[in-house]
DNA sequence: TATGATCCATACGGTTTTCGTATGAATGGA
DNA sequence: TCCATTCATACGAAAACCGTATGGATCATA
């Protein structure tokens, strides 16, 4: 039997909730639908919803069976786009995770730009700055800043995000400002958990690389936050200069150690390894690496070339 | 249009290269298998095989078809086997890579009762012990010896290799015995540089690591080689217990430094990274797991737990 | 509580599609 | 040169499919 249409039917009946909706839908008849899962049932030997009139819910096999079959139908999709006169033509969704501050300055206002280009495709954005669950989540691509370490992981490099040291005028009144990173020492330094190099700051001095361990009474796993925590006057932090220079131009918050550069963090497109990369990651994937390239057709590239 | 029948007849044209062959084997009449292919191009717009009446090619277009309509079926049929009455019923094909000796001595040995146990399950064998290429060559699951680095992999430890440090009594005569790790320094010493400490060989003493750099005028990525190597007398080379104490039985190496155990090796299972590992993928792994545990079903299990 | 609206399952008849047999064209080997 | 084999196509029968009509059940609303 053909098992194609009756999977879509049911992945739109769990979305939807309704057969009728899904008749609808796909211009057909309500019974067609009714059939189709039916039949569907009857050759997996499972229930897959729970009928109650007014509500459908998708069984513990239903569930299952709907994440299974959402990765077949996409992989069927990458077979018809692998040749063809849909060659290069992706098509489906595309799961994309973006880091919260980067993504909003500098992803979103290019993603039409990208729906532009692939009408076939639709985007289903997560904000995020964590590493972890990008597998669990079913996360396609993803941009991160910092160092890559997930195992199960691609990694492609796509740029360096430079990063200023900066404090607020109001805890420079109270604490001076430090005249050199081992000054960073007795200060109050506001910690990024989620980079892997913790509480150790890393600047590149005329006379080579320094390392400080910093102190500090304030940490979070928020880019936001740390911004945040600047502005009030909490401390001294390193913070992405694309996500600061706003602050600085208006006086809100001063540029440390000029004549010291922290360690510029890679900018790294991420995604989960697989022999036959899906066209509309590959597609996506080359879109960043282009818009983000030193040379490329931004017209601010917050990145450098990498260092 | 029905796509699964399509696909899986393309599939087996290209493996048998014929449309009668394939029609006998899915009873059914060779005008069907005709008919599904040229419907299957005219749906991609692509033509898939270049027909001349004694030879079934599959064109530039079909080789890409191929390699994407397998990695379909096998979601599909993943779906399949998620629920019902077929779940946990894993089937297919599974490519599994062992290590060259390991696998002759521990795995190929257990394969049977494996394939007894899943009777829809067939497994095509690669034997080597390099850690690339494993997504590349499509491999659904490798046991692997030693640290495991790669990217994009997932690594599963399930046990743990002891190694031993040995020569033949001809290099003995010739060079003596070294004391210590310390003095293999001046010894011929035979690096497999699969290993990613390469040049500096681990030791445990009885006060604590001891890590030597080793020099010799021998090396090879081949496990085979080294013992071959020490059996004639090359020199000094750390083997795994498994795949010597053979040989130290019948006298033909001699055990050495037997008060320094060089540090064991992790025994893992890797398999490519993905949200919904396939079920014959953990079936394998299961079972490998079960049969090098400590205390599991292995008579004489190569593997101590892990350290 | 009663009524109406909505939703899914099932029966039925007509249409479409599918499939196997028979046949033709082409190629390679004897 | 002839024969055997292979794939493409035509045709008629059989099967599958689809939409309309209908029934049973539930929830919202009066």
Redesign the pocket.
């Known amino acids: 039997?053909?098992l194609l249409a009756p999977m879509r039917t049911f992945v739109r009946v769990v979305e939807t909730g309704?057969?009728?909706a899904v008749a609808r839908e796909a211009s057909?008849?309500?019974?067609?639908i009714?059939?189709q899962?039916?039949a569907l049932e009857a050759h997996l030997g499972a229930r897959l919803l729970t009928?109650?009139?007014?509500?459908?819910t998708p069984t513990q096999d239903g569930r299952a069976f709907y994440e299974h079959a959402r990765r077949a139908l996409e992989a069927v999709g990458e077979a018809e786009n692998a040749v063809g006169r849909r060659r290069g033509r992706p098509s489906g969704t595309l799961k994309l995770s973006i880091p919260v501050v980067f993504g909003r300055l500098h992803v979103v206002p290019r993603l039409g730009r990208f729906l532009a280009r692939y009408p076939e495709l639709s985007i289903e954005l997560a904000m995020g700055d964590g590493f972890a669950d990008l597998v669990e989540q079913g996360i396609d691509l993803a941009i991160r800043v910092g160092v890559v370490q997930d195992q199960g992981l691609v990694a492609r490099r796509i740029g360096t995000v430079r990063r200023l040291a900066v404090a607020a005028p109001s805890y420079l009144r109270r604490r001076g400002a430090p005249d050199s990173p081992a000054a960073l020492a007795s200060h109050d330094c506001i910690a990024y958990t989620r980079l892997a190099t913790g509480n150790r700051w890393h600047f590149q001095g005329r006379d080579g690389p320094i390392a400080v361990d910093i102190t500090g009474r304030f940490a979070t796993d928020s880019s936001e936050g740390v911004r945040e925590a600047v502005r009030v006057g909490l401390g001294v932090a390193l913070i992405p200069a694309f996500a600061i220079s706003d602050e600085v131009r208006r006086g809100r918050v001063r540029v440390l150690l000029r004549d010291y550069e922290p360690t510029p963090l890679p900018l790294s497109l991420v995604y989960p390894s697989r022999r036959l990369v899906p066209l509309k990651v590959r597609a996506m994937a080359d879109f960043l690496a282009r818009e983000f390239a030193p040379d490329g057709p931004g017209k601010a590239p917050p990145t450098e070339s990498g260092g």
């Open positions: 039997m053909d309704s057969f009728t057909t008849s309500q019974p067609t009714s059939r899962i039916a009928r109650s009139t007014r509500a459908l």
